[in-house]
């Protein structure tokens, strides 16, 4: 074993903070391509996310815990305890603030939760959205937040423009225990493959919906495999609470279904750089937000690290 490897550090880093404070955007900026669900929207991202970040000395594993928030919903609750569940079970915690927004009821719920899952846990603070905040008055915004979590080492970026990101990741490597790679390279495609395919339907029925469906919308894919034809072949079925909904999703003439496809199915080549046979379907599944035994098959679990 040579010194590089003894040296090797790695862990789990989860993103917790309130919805759309971009979370998912910092993940996309992290990892170079588009791996998380973002949207303007808030309460995109309904399950746990991961980008795995593999560099010569390190190897992050970012956990996106869901916004946290307060909803009557079964599948509320099921967001809260997903975000408590990663807390107690990763390496590092970062609070991602908005720093262009003053700290919100939200973001102190979502940092009371850190700190009771704390024990021993490593804390970075986050402040996002810096390009919206003039260079005169960064430094008190960073107080004002860093006062809420004074244990936590502070990083300001901008997970648009980039900036401070690499400080970011320079400042979680130094956290991480030393630890080997818990994932090849080439392992880590195959793995969120599905996933990712799926949010990316979620997130194109999303933008063409509007208002109407969003939070009665679930996707999950029913296949993915590469064909002969050198075209991958994916089919995901749309659920949704109600008969009227469905006929939303689908659209006069399928049209709607056709164009969410469409962007879907565009994002995934994009990302996946090959070209992609994409069928989807609507189901109704009444009350599917409050059935715990479909919210776990969507993947609301936890699975805990290998
Ligand atoms: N100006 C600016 N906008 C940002 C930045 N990061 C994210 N945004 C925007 O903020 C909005 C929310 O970003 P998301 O990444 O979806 O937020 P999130 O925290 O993942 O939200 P949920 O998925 O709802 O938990 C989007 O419109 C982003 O484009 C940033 O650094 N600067």
Sequence with gaps: MNQDTLNYKAGYIALAGRPNVGKSTLVNTIMGQKI????????????RQLGILTLPQSQLIFVDAPGIHLQHHKLGEALNQTAEEIISDVDVIAWVVDGSAEPSGDDLQARDLLIQGKRRKKLVLIVNKIDRVLEENRPAVLERYQSLLPDARPVLVSATTKEGVDELLAVISDLLPVHPPYYDEDEITDLYEREIA????????????????????????????????????V??????????????VIGQGAEMLKRIGTSARVEMEKMGDRSIFLELRVKVAKGWRDDPDFLRRLGFEIKKKK
């Design 36 to 47: 998380a669900a973002v949207s303007p929207k808030p309460q995109t991202t309904r399950r």
């Design 198 to 233: 799926a949010d990316l339907i979620r997130e194109a029925a999303l933008k063409h919906l509007r208002e109407e469906v969003p939070h009665a919308l679930a996707v999950r894919v029913d296949e993915f495999k590469e064909r002969e034809d050198g075209k991958t072949y």
């Design 235 to 248: 089919a995901a079925t749309l659920f949704v609470e109600r008969e009227s909904q469905k006929g939303i």
